[in-house]
């Protein structure tokens, strides 16, 4: 079944203004300062809800209620490790950023270790954030396409026109305000989708508390001790390191604390986005636990073999009337346009042509780097998109390769700000060591086969279940440069 010709205005209306809102703001940003810090005047609750929009992915949208459908809360946990990972966010990395007023998340990278150490973390940054859109962009496709009725190319390219064109045109503040809008709309989106399924279960919610909690569909997963599964503890680690990989040196981040209006107002958005995001994954969990109740008492009303994230889209598609329909699937595309663009292109204008090409660079010249740069991510991650409907084997090969060089960003952040007597010998060093652990637990993953072409063997194969790899590399950085950094005097003072 398609969507009815209104829920498909509703979700073209949405992409066609968003796609446009940058136009607000393309007179207020002709430099190259408002294109990428918005006056440094936005209100912490405006930043924390873009900050939030971040965080929920169309993935997060259909995996999380897939997630539950499928087996129980075990990734709950994630979002109960975001107040902590927000409260560290908020007492040290904000004020370091804020201090700075560097709108580079990486610039001060090469005061701590040197040029190589600011040009690692760029291009990290750009391969990772190149890798995910176009994976996001790619997922949201297919329930999408068959959703609209179009074929999957076409879809790619109306949801890369959207992302690229409001970034382009109105730089980091119609990101910002555009942000907030997507936020609003998803979150009213899920809720919608919540109460209407809530009134589709016979009993209630009552009624799925009770049959799903006989069932085990309520559990945060085994306490048990072990490494190579996804345990309470497991997944509790994952997200403390994922969490501090986002607050303290993923760009998109970085740059919004920059935009806040005052240090009180960049740690408030840190709590907004973090407070925020626990009541509404839990709503999207719970979504997919109501799923399970509403199928398992309708069992003829789910086709065979339709499962996990594709849940979500075929009971929007079969069960919810006209018009509301349209509104969810505009949530779900609401939290996959999210652009980060702008900040790719504000590293590039930064870390590398001011840094290797233009240093003295005017500000016509400043801001044709920043739009062209925008807009030449806008396609490439468009074209990573159409690539994936090919030859998604390699194109997974990139995302695990960008996964592996990332793994060292976090931990060469926290060598510089923690130890100051390590230098850049230990730095690179240890950096170099995070990488090869990162390398061996993530090849050595039974998904890895497909991507190395062989299976790697068994007595040298990774214990830690994969959750655990960007734990395993920080640490491995963290302490092979605190030792180095012991045993040598650093080369360069801080």
Known sequence: MRLSPVDIAIVGAYLAGTALFGLWFLWRTRSAERFMAAGRAIPGWAVGLTMFGSYVSSISFLALPGKAFDSNWSFFVFSLSLPPAAWIAARFFVPFYRASGEVSAYHHLERRFGPWARTYAVVCYLLTMLART??????????????????????????????????????????????????????????????????????????????????????????????????VWVVFLYGIAENLRNFGITQNYVQLYITAKSD???????????????????????????????????????PAGVGGDKVLPHFI?????????????????????????HSMAT??????????????????????????????????????????????????AWWTLAGIFSGGMLGLFLLGIAFR????????????????????????????????????????RSPLNGLLIGVAGTLCILVAGLLLGLVARPRQAA
């Open 134 to 231: 176009g994976s996001v962009m790619y997922l949201l496709t297919l329930p999408l396409a068959g959703l609209l009725g179009w074929d999957i190319p076409t879809v790619i390219l109306l949801l890369g026109i959207v992302m690229t064109a409001y970034p382009l045109l109105g730089g980091t503040e119609a990101v910002v305000w555009a942000g907030v809008g997507q936020t609003i709309l998803l979150i009213a989106g899920a809720l919608v989708c919540f109460v209407w399924l809530m009134l589709g279960v016979p009993g209630g919610p009552g009624q799925i508390v009770t049959v799903a909690a006989r069932e085990g569909k309520l559990s945060l997963g085994s306490l048990s001790a072990s490494l190579a599964m996804p345990t």
């Open 264 to 302: 009180r107002a960049a740690a408030r958005s840190v709590w907004t986005a973090a407070l925020l995001y626990l009541p509404i994954s839990a709503v999207f969990f719970f979504m997919g636990t109501a799923l399970w109740a509403f199928y398992a008492a309708r069992p003829g009303l789910l």
């Open 317 to 341: 598609n079969t069960q919810l009337p006209v018009g509301v329909a349209g509104l969810v699937i505009a949530a779900i595309c609401a939290a996959a346009t999210d652009s980060n663009f």
């Open 347 to 396: 590293l590039v204008h930064c870390d590398i042509y001011r840094r290797y090409v233009r240093p003295a660079a005017s500000e016509r010249e400043a801001m044709w780097v920043l739009r062209l740069s925008t807009l030449a991510f806008g396609i490439a991650s468009t074209a990573i998109a159409l690539a994936m409907v090919r030859v998604k084997t390699v194109i997974d």
């Open 421 to 460: 007597r390590v230098g850049n010998r230990a730095a690179l060093l240890g950096v170099g060591a995070g990488v090869l652990v990162i390398s061996w637990t993530t090849l050595s993953l039974p998904e890895a086969e497909s991507i190395l072409g062989w299976r790697w063997p068994e007595a040298t």
